[in-house]
């Protein structure tokens, strides 16, 4: 199985200011048709998660752009430009390039 | 507007069955595959099963396989989960979720429902 490792498991920012999380796999996430297939999902306090990002670096309609995907390989990263009140919960990396499908463990970003 | 509509969940004894229903609207259901996706307690996402846009196709994960089936009513756009010899350790939300369009892309989770509590206990 591919392990999706990320960091830090908690991440305390100040509002305005940018937000960075790492996702690393165990494998290389680039399938035989050259796509890296690496998602995003955001889960706000209650709520079910919602997707922010696919491809690597693909952002969703509706979805702000002060977040921003990249990476390639085994290791990605999610940004955050600046953190508004709204962000506070946890964000999941996911591969879909290999079965089982595997998330890594969650980073729980809230405000300092 | 995507709706996945989940019913279904609850109380159940160890060893016992379930049954949990997603019903999908504002999309083509059959160009899409469908997955299952759990969280249990205070923990992270762990994807459960999926099914492809016709229903020919399904994946398990070992921690389910030969325990649970999913499965879908074209007619109906319902996807189901049905469980059987549950275990504690299979309490958790059960989310269900739309993949790709493709009916056989599986590699994202588009859309979610808002999901359902499974509780196994005694």
């Known amino acids: 199985d591919v392990v999706m490792t990320q960091s830090p498991l908690s991440l305390p920012v100040t509002l305005g200011q940018p937000a960075s999380i790492s996702c690393r796999s165990s494998q290389s996430l680039v399938y035989s048709d050259g796509t890296t297939y690496l998602s995003w999902f955001q889960q706000r306090p209650g709520q079910s998660p919602r997707r922010l990002i696919y491809?690597?670096?693909n952002r969703d309609s509706g979805v702000p752009d002060r977040f921003s995907g990249s990476g390639s390989g085994t290791d990605f990263t999610l940004k955050i430009s600046r953190v508004e009140a709204e962000d506070v919960g946890f964000y999941y990396c996911m591969q879909g390039t290999q079965w089982p499908l595997t998330f890594g463990g969650g980073t729980k970003v809230e405000i300092k | 507007e995507v709706q996945l509509v989940q019913s279904g969940g609850g109380l159940v004894r160890p060893g016992g069955s379930l049954r949990l229903s997603c019903a999908a609207s504002g999309f083509t259901f059959s160009d899409y595959a469908m997955s299952w996706v759990r969280q249990a307690p205070g923990k992270g996402l762990e994807w459960v099963s999926s099914?492809?846009?016709?229903?020919?196709?399904?994946y398990y994960a070992d921690s389910v396989k030969g325990r649970f089936t999913i499965s879908r009513d074209m007619s109906k756009h319902t996807l189901f989960l049905q469980m059987n010899s549950l275990r504690a350790g299979d309490t958790a939300v059960y989310y269900c979720a739309s993949q790709c369009s493709g009916g056989t892309c599986y590699s994202t989770f588009e859309h979610w429902g808002r999901g359902t509590l499974v509780t196994v206990s005694s």
């Open positions: 491809k690597v670096s």
């Open positions: 099914i492809s846009g016709t229903g020919g196709s399904t």
